[in-house]
């Protein structure tokens, strides 16, 4: 049993097609969404999504948004996001370095430190969905 999915970011679809099970990290953590989910609506934050469908699993990296599972398909929508296999790492692993030696600036005023909190957190994430992708290829 499947249900439709699909992956909405400003730029266009991401994904549109059967899922028998998604992953997503959600406001308050980690759920799963199976076929049959009860209805739900939730915010995401920045990190992977997997969604899987005959026993194949695709990751995608969504930049925050929003989470919305109805009796007959699951939707996302997103500010952003990309392909899991489309995440440059060598330009991930840069960014995450550049925030994090920013934030042990100390003359940062607290807009500053928040946005270098979520560049690192973004950064991070992207870097994890790559790792799964790349995990999944080799299994």
Known sequence: MTVPARVVVLEGTLFDGPCDFIVARGAEGELGILPRHAPLITTLKPGPLMLRSQRQERFLFIDGGFLEVLPDRVTVL??????????????????????????????????????????????????????LHRRGQRG
């Open 78 to 131: 997103a500010t952003g996001g990309e392909p899991a296999e489309a995440i440059d790492i060598a330009q991930a692993e840069q960014a995450r370095r550049a925030a994090e030696e920013r934030l042990a600036q100390g003359d940062l005023t607290d807009d500053q430190r928040a946005q270098q909190t979520l560049a690192l957190e973004r950064a991070t994430m992207r870097l994890q969905a790559a790792e």
